[in-house]
């Protein structure tokens, strides 16, 4: 079993990063930058809390702190299956897999980026809830995380656009979830920009 990139050194990933072998590669390498930016969220949650909110803030903020670690966890599971889902996908093309098997395996190599995605999203609207509760000395911080964020999700989303012209365009069992996952794509990417560009224009007001 592959060891999981969380237990690994960041030297070892950045070193396999850079290989020639097929992964990781830019999901696994954006699904790492989306929790780092979570990281860096929540430590300025944890900071904000510190500074003796007002009433109602504290609890708030414990909230906010809680989703961004339960973001997190998708994230770091992300991180380590994105490999592991192109790899399986590559080996049934090795192996001359029927079309139907090859198909499932790039179905779910869409659908750990999408997560992902989805997770880093999510991540964004918390970031959004935090602004007004952020000490000033630490808006540059929370400005970092929200961009880290969008780089992740614009990352995670060039991996789906790829892999989702290998879905064969003839095979009408894949057709609606090909669509769906198209448009859902396509509303991830228009969402996380106009988030994106809220939260730094009301930061920029801090």
């Not at 992964?23 to 904000?48: M, Y």
């Not at 490999?83 to 090795?94: C, K, S, V």
């Not at 969008?150 to 057709?175: C, E, F, K």
Request: glycine share 4%; hydrophobic share 50%; proline share 3%.
């Amino acid at each position: 079993m592959q060891e999981s990139i969380w237990t690994a050194t960041l030297a070892a990933f950045a070193s396999d990063l850079a290989g020639p072998q097929p992964s990781p590669a830019a999901g696994s390498a954006a699904s790492v930058s989306a929790r780092l930016a979570v990281s860096l969220l929540i430590k300025v949650l944890e900071i904000a809390k510190k500074r003796k909110p007002a009433a109602g803030d504290g609890t708030q903020l414990d909230a906010l702190i809680q989703a961004a670690r339960i973001e997190s966890e998708v994230m770091a599971k992300a991180s380590d299956e994105d490999g592991a889902a192109f790899a399986e996908y590559l080996d049934r093309i090795r192996k001359k897999a029927d079309e139907k098997t090859v198909h499932a395996a790039m179905l779910r190599a869409i659908e750990v980026p999408m997560t992902a995605a989805r997770s880093s999203a999510r991540a964004l609207a918390l970031s959004r809830e935090a602004v007004p509760l952020v000490p000033t000395f630490i808006a540059a911080d929370l400005g970092a995380a929200v961009l880290l964020l969008s780089g992740a999700i614009r990352a995670l989303l060039i991996t789906v656009d790829y892999n989702l012209r290998q879905l064969t365009a003839d095979r009408s069992d894949l057709a609606a979830e090909r669509v769906q996952l198209a448009a859902e794509r396509v509303q991830l990417d228009e969402q996380s920009q106009t988030q994106t560009d809220a939260i730094i224009r009301e930061l920029r007001l801090k």
